[in-house]
């Protein structure tokens, strides 16, 4: 779809904001992530940086696993802008102490706890820029989950 740049910009682009935008639910190193308020069922990520490209990875991703046994894990992803800057994913709910598995798929790698999260009643991860499915496959074996930042808490 074509558009003037200038209509983009301005009071358009902050009306744009307002009506699609919604409680900011969190950050990582080069996202941040909002309640997409058209639908609140999806979260919309925004990449900060140009040059890690998670948003695009996560849309190649969901595009593989989609169909597959293994797409159980993932949060799917709804659209993706043209450039990648924005993603629309199904929101998940945050998961407590309790409910994380003890066991993963050999191929999820960043095993923060709050990458994963509940959806329809199943764990899946939400924030799978980075994964190992190119070097392990989508392999059935699981691992033990290291979560690693529940020390912090």
Same mark, same amino acid.
């Given at each position: 779809? /074509? %558009? +003037?740049? #200038?209509l983009f910009s301005g009071v358009v682009q902050e009306d744009l904001w307002e009506l699609c935008i919604g409680e900011k639910l969190g950050q990582g190193m080069s996202r %941040? =992530? &909002? =309640? *997409?308020? +058209? #639908?609140p069922t999806l979260v919309v990520k925004i990449e900060t940086l140009k040059s890690? *490209? &998670? !948003?695009i990875e996560e849309f190649n991703t969901w595009n593989v696993?989609? %169909?597959?046994?293994h797409a159980r894990w993932f949060a799917p992803v709804v659209a993706i802008a043209g450039g990648g800057s924005m993603l629309l994913q199904r929101r998940t709910q945050p998961l407590r102490r309790e409910e994380l598995p003890a066991k993963l798929p050999t191929f999820f790698t960043d095993t923060? /706890?709050? !990458?994963?999260?509940l959806l329809n009643g199943q764990v899946v991860c939400h924030d799978y820029g980075i994964h190992m499915l190119r070097e392990r496959g989508? /392999? /059935?074996r699981m691992i033990n989950a290291d979560w *690693? #930042?529940? #020390?912090?808490?």
């Open positions: 779809m /074509s %558009h +003037p740049e #200038d %941040h =992530v &909002y =309640v *997409w308020e +058209p #639908d890690n *490209w &998670y !948003n696993i989609e %169909h597959t046994k923060k /706890s709050k !990458n994963f999260g989508m /392999s /059935s *690693w #930042d529940l #020390d912090e808490e």
